[in-house]
């Protein structure tokens, strides 16, 4: 089944604490993308990537990293999370960056305390 | 500043009955829209789209109407049906943003039975 793949689903964690979260598309896609959810703002993309090795910032990068090494993972790190980015992520791949029918990983629901 | 907004939070149909969501957008350089529909803990499925050529698309009981001049698109779903209860996300990209889709903060339709 052609899906994006996000782990983990739920996470709570302290500030300070450095975590990762997963994503994975079997698709073949070339665009990946990251954005956040937060109520009243819609969708904010975060991070993207155009292909391996290829990754630009969205429009909120600041206290994000990401890595594009292999084309099916695109991993998001919070090297030191706040309580600001207590959010729902969700994960996006395309074909390319002009397929803009994404496909959407399920969400991971975040909260630093 | 939203350069997608989606002025109504929620909506509430009669099932079998029209579901109108709309949304506005500032960017007259935006030339293609989507709809996106979100279930619960789900991630946001492509649900139609448009590009600016044209001022309707329509695709089994959704339609999208585009009125260039207002910048203003609307989803119209007939009839409504209980399954279509879900938030609804805009978005808008054109060549201009570098491809970057840019969505509303959503509409959540319940479809009443």
């Known amino acids: 089944e052609a899906q994006v793949t996000q782990n983990p689903r739920y996470l709570i964690t302290v500030t300070g604490k450095k975590l990762t979260v997963t994503c994975s598309q079997n698709?073949?896609?070339?665009?990946m993308s990251w954005y956040r959810q937060d109520p009243g703002l819609g969708l904010r993309q975060i991070y993207y990537s155009m292909n391996v090795e290829a990754t630009d910032k969205g429009d909120v990068p600041e206290g994000y990293k990401v890595s594009r090494k292999e084309k099916r993972n695109f991993p998001l790190i919070l090297e030191s999370p706040s309580p600001n980015q207590t959010s729902l992520y969700f994960c996006?791949?395309?074909?390319?960056?002009?397929?803009?029918?994404?496909?959407f990983g399920s969400g991971t629901r975040l909260t630093v305390v | 500043d939203q350069q997608v907004k989606q002025n109504s939070p929620s909506l509430s149909v009669q099932e079998g009955r029209i579901s109108i969501l709309n949304c506005d957008y500032t960017?007259?350089?935006?030339?293609?829209f989507l709809w996106y529909k979100k279930y619960p803990a789900e991630g946001p499925t492509f649900l139609i789209s448009?590009?600016?050529?044209?001022d309707k698309n329509e695709d089994g009981r959704f339609t999208v109407f585009l009125n260039k001049s207002a910048k203003h698109l609307s989803l119209h779903i007939v009839p409504s049906q209980p399954g279509d209860s879900a938030v609804y996300f805009c978005?808008?990209?054109?060549?201009?943003?570098?491809?970057?889709?840019?969505f509303g903060p959503g509409t959540s339709l319940s479809v009443i039975p």
């Open positions: 448009i590009s600016s050529i044209k």
């Open positions: 698709m073949n896609h070339e665009y």
């Open positions: 996006a791949s395309s074909l390319s960056r002009q397929s803009y029918g994404y496909t």
């Open positions: 960017n007259s350089m935006f030339d293609y």
């Open positions: 978005a808008a990209t054109g060549v201009t943003s570098y491809d970057k889709v840019i």
